[in-house]
């Protein structure tokens, strides 16, 4: 059954008790966003529907009940350059929204599963992914504190026609009418085709479909308004109102044993080093050239021990290379924007362009390994972290990038020898904190999270690379070759 | 005198000489990048220079010398389609590094006067302005603690024919050489005399240019490292180390009185006003269509004294207009990410694009108010704050934008007034906070920097209105029509 075509007429409401109602809602509309800046809830508002079905003005009456300074709208239509160049969820996971902040979306990421499919740039066989990865964003977003509340604007084939006609009857109005409106209005069929597939592949528990009528805007209106009303209610009374705790630490082992199996022997002479070294860095700079012509983003990412060498390895792998094709992400603490937004907020924006290499020194596996030892996020949160780090690599991955995850491994007694040496070094002092010998005591417990992050983290599309680091040189020619070896495979 | 033409030929090095100074010189810059990152120093990096002349190569060697967690590194090209759609200087300006954070340039706003003017991009009565925008662009970075190294890496037409040929007869270079490459090799005597005026247009004593002969590679890196080495030891040297403090009030009147003559008593009847609405609402949508089929972006600035109905104001304004064509910014206090950068940066992250309008609750003239009189700036900040301001505004202005700033005032009687009734209704009590209060003990201080603000800031190109509130009514319709009026007089 197409839920769209059995849509049950709205009641109408009279001029008067229309007025008492609206000026009520509009009042608690503000109310409520106050008490969404204070509880720090985040809040996703889409619009979706037929053109000519009064989405901007309902969007804008909407705004005016809202303080100017809680909320932002975005108007969605075809992916610019640098957008069409990244994953087609990053123009959106970059705009949501800081917690307490509302973002109205004009359209949004279900243009992909739309307007992209009837147009035929999404294939039938893509759709199906498209939604799962829709799912998961919006369930990210929900896991994290979020709400979303998604609205999809109806009106008949009758009333579309109706409306355009009256626009282009209006010289002052004919403009608003293009030539894109009506191709899509001799699509009807098509997209209510396509609409319904997409409302029942979309409408889940954490963020379900409301559709509405609107062939009178003042039944919408006051349909829209009710529902903002009572979903925001909603979230405030279930806010746990989230308090910054010190969470109590992890466990100190994990059943799989990893780095323990290492074989932390390997090592490499120096000539034999410098002779490799050339040849990786002649076909790197290569590499990098083809990935650009092939338009393929890649993404390095480095975890490791303190003292592992990250920083050297790094230099080795992008010294040939041209710096226009790359770039390093450090990772440090959050900064505050980083902090009121969802965890993964900070990491898309990162990602490289298509043809671009980014090269992250510390990475989103931070939440597993640093916040979850540190205790500073919950254990469930750390825990939801292993599926929403998954994936958000296969989105990143269906995309056509290739991923190498590279853990740089020493021994315990190897980085004693390190922090020592960098004591007495003059020049190497400023590399050693006390930070570095306070997480030094807890080994153990990094171990064992860095044991199960590889556990649950290796995957085919993005598996780990252990890379034994006790001998500098040896590890500097498997991370390269290692990269090389897998943008190779994917060329 | 030609510059480039007359170079003297650099002096050769021999091979250990070379490989012992350049050690020296990495150790030294990484250190110095170390010092940098705590005296909060922003430094750009530019290099400009001939297509092969060796810019990636150089800049390559030395990134490998910092700490990659403390640089970015920008390539810069033709304006993509958002960057075109601004003022050229935007995308430099949301570019320049936070304090302590060095900004490397691959080609930078030199392109302007440089390959946009040798391909008539830029007409050549433009350059004046372009160089007065960009020796303004560079004083400010300058003025607000910053370092600017510009270096121009010459190579003799001769020279580049080389390298191309070079490049060119093997395989695995030849793409490197694009069309571009040759046209520009074709126009190697038009960019002569360009790149010749450029640089004296634009060598100042606050960001002086070094040409740097680059024949020889390693004579080349040499020069670049000790010029780096040089000027990033003496900002060391010369920083007055910028500890926050509170600094005192500023005088408390202003010879010229503006607020003091504005006529408060003006008034407008509900109906006129409600009469008055309706026109000023359907024209506002129209003028909104115009400037985004022109092209044309839209500043609206509001300031106003607390409880003058700001809010109220631009809830008027925009109402009716379509939301996808216009943005309300509010500026709050910066984060912490924003205090990190020049005072304007976060102000250029939100100019609009072209076609748009952008209505500001609240201003970069905060600098010049707030600021001023709670003692959150130096008095040599906000006095060198004016002309800033005016430098800004007349830049975004030539690139044709309309820019229209409103101060809603209202009596001292009136605010109070005001602020009690906040305090006596249920919901408006959320509006009045004891920092109102503690303004409202500040009026002189205020009013004075208002006047002042005015008389110094008030430019044919953006003058300011202002707007008589103690009747809302009368201030809402004159701010609308304002807009109006200033919007229909562009285009």
């Known amino acids: 059954m197409n839920i769209l075509k059995n849509l049950p007429r709205p009641v109408k409401t009279a001029k008067d008790a229309y007025k008492a109602e609206m000026t009520g809602l509009e009042l608690k509309l503000g109310a409520l966003q106050r008490r969404i800046i204070g509880a720090k809830i985040p809040v996703m508002i889409v619009f979706e529907g037929w053109d000519a079905s009064g989405k901007g003005t309902l969007i804008n009456k909407l705004m005016m009940s809202f303080d100017p300074r809680g909320y932002n709208v975005h108007s969605i239509s075809k992916p610019n350059e640098e957008e069409a160049f990244r994953p087609f969820l990053w123009r959106f996971w970059t705009k949501t929204p800081e917690n307490g902040r509302i973002a109205i979306f004009d359209r949004s990421w279900y243009r992909r599963v739309s307007t992209e499919r009837v147009d035929k740039d999404v294939r039938k066989d893509e ?27 109806h009106i008949t084939r009758k009333e579309q026609r109706k409306r355009f006609k009256k626009l282009r009857g209006n010289p002052a109005t004919s403009w608003r009418v293009t030539k894109d409106d009506i191709k899509h209005h001799r699509q009807y069929g098509k997209y209510l085709k396509t609409y319904d597939e997409m409302i029942k592949s979309t409408d889940t528990e954490y963020a379900s479909w409301t559709v509405v009528d609107s062939s009178s805007q003042k039944a919408a209106a006051l349909a829209i308004f009710r529902l903002i009303a009572k979903k925001l209610d909603k979230a405030l009374s279930s806010d746990g109102s989230s308090k910054p705790v010190k969470h109590r630490p992890a466990p100190s082992s994990y059943q799989k044993k990893i780095l323990a199996k290492v074989d932390l022997g390997r090592i490499l002479q120096k000539d034999e080093y410098l002779r490799k070294l050339d040849d990786c860095q002649e076909r790197i700079r290569d590499i990098e050239h083809e990935i650009y012509r092939k338009r393929m983003p890649v993404l390095v990412l480095y975890e490791g021990w303190d003292a592992a060498g990250k920083g050297g390895n790094i230099r080795r792998l992008v010294q040939s ?15 505050d924007i980083e902090k009121r937004h969802h965890y993964q907020w900070r990491f898309w924006n990162r990602i490289p362009k298509a043809g671009h290499m980014a090269i992250f020194d510390r990475t989103w596996y931070g939440r597993v390994l640093v916040e979850r030892v540190e205790g500073f996020c919950s254990e469930k949160e750390w825990r939801r972290s292993y599926g929403e780090i998954n994936d958000m690599e296969r989105h990143i991955s269906s995309f056509g990038a290739v991923i190498v995850k590279f853990w740089l491994n020493i021994s315990n007694e190897e980085q004693l020898r390190r922090f020592k040496e960098r004591q007495t070094t003059p020049w190497k002092q400023w590399k050693i904190t006390d930070e570095d010998w306070r997480n030094r005591e807890k080994w153990d417990l990094y171990s064992a999270a860095v044991d199960e992050m590889i556990d649950r983290t290796s995957t085919s599309h993005a598996p780990w690379t252990i890379v034994e680091s006790n001998c500098k040189y040896f590890a500097r020619i498997k991370a390269i070759e290692t990269v090389i070896g897998a943008v190779e495979k994917a060329l």
């Open 321 to 335: 290379m041209d710096p226009r094709g790359y770039e390093v992400v450090p990772i440090a603490a959050p900064s």
């Open 127 to 153: 759709c199906g992914n498209a939604y799962a990865d829709i799912n998961t964003f919006e369930k990210q977003l929900v896991d994290g504190g979020g709400v979303i509340v998604k609205i999809f604007l």
